[in-house]
């Protein structure tokens, strides 16, 4: 949320994925290299709020 209290972001993966590497896909749909995965996986990731509706429209068709 952002500091009007508007919804900007989901969460969307936990640090350390057990999936591994394969949890990570990029904008291409490429897998990231394991040097680039590494310092990845301790992250915690979100998505916007603006691409979910769009994925959610597109699902909606």
Known sequence: MDISGKLVGINGKSKYPLGGIDVFKLA????PSQAVFLPM??????????TFQQLVSHLKG
């Open 41 to 50: 996986e301790a992250l915690s990731w979100a998505i916007l709020i603006d």
């Open 28 to 31: 291409d749909g490429s897998v």
